[in-house]
């Protein structure tokens, strides 16, 4: 099928009005949400979602535990363990995990477990558990709560993006890759696509969403 259109807008409610909107949702977080979730693609995760931290007050809906849910039943489905990455980033695993309770708690309902608790460190976290064939989950504040939204919205798929580098990609690649997988789900799903800086006020996250948004158009 071909792309309806491709959008780009900012913040936790631009991803909601974009989920509502029917659109796949393209979550950027360069620091650190969507360059920790490329990193984890990269060692063959076998799916990542956001979720929105316990303390997070968007001012539009999310739902940590429908996430938890969500991901807890395709790790239960695939017989997959979760991990949780979280903030602080410099703290404890419990400091950590007090801040995604309510995710946890989606978990558990969906028979789940947490494998491993790691911060939120871009391409680095990778370096301090194996996550291959594992589901991962990011609560952080920006990022997560981005995706929360647009997935709570409606929105039919959300994935996420970085132009950062990670241990398997260079230079344009990881923008391409998100480009593509974006293209590719979009035309699968017959939807538009709306590309998300998590954050209206970080630079890095509009400038790296602009690019995104940029090598998707070159592929419609």
């Known amino acids: 099928m071909a792309i309806q259109t491709v959008k ?3 913040n936790a409610s631009g991803a909601a009005a974009a989920g509502a909107g029917g659109d796949v949702v393209v979550i950027v977080d360069i620091i650190d ?3 920790t979730l490329e990193a984890a693609l ?6 990542v979602f956001g ?6 007050t968007p001012p539009v809906a999310v ?18 363990g979760v ?8 703290g404890t695993d419990e400091e950590r995990l007090v801040s995604m309770s309510k995710t946890v708690a989606g978990l558990k309902q969906a028979g789940a477990a947490v494998e491993a608790v790691l911060p939120n460190l871009g391409a680095e976290t990778v370096k301090l558990y194996d996550l291959r064939g594992k589901v991962i989950i990011a ?5 997560g709560v981005a995706f929360d939204a647009a997935l709570t919205a409606g929105a039919p798929a959300v994935i996420t993006g970085t132009v950062a580098r990670t241990r398997h990609k260079k230079g344009h690649a990881p923008a391409r890759a998100a480009a593509q997988r974006a293209a590719d789900m979009a035309r699968e799903l017959g939807t538009g696509i709306s590309v998300v800086a998590a954050s209206g006020n970080s ?3 509009i400038l790296a969403a602009e690019f995104i948004t940029r090598l998707i158009v070159e592929k419609l």
Do not use: C, F, H
Not at 42 to 47: F, H, I, Q, V, Y
Not at 63 to 80: D, M, S, T, W
């Open 8 to 10: 780009m807008t900012v």
């Open 33 to 35: 949400m969507s360059t």
């Open 83 to 90: 991990v949780m990455v979280g903030e602080p980033r410099v």
């Open 63 to 80: 739902n940590p535990v429908r996430i938890g849910q969500i991901a807890g039943k395709l790790a239960v489905e695939k017989g997959a």
């Open 51 to 56: 979720a929105a931290p316990d303390k997070a």
């Open 139 to 143: 609560a952080t504040g920006t990022g």
């Open 42 to 47: 990269d060692e063959d995760a076998l799916a």
């Open 203 to 205: 630079l890095e996250d």
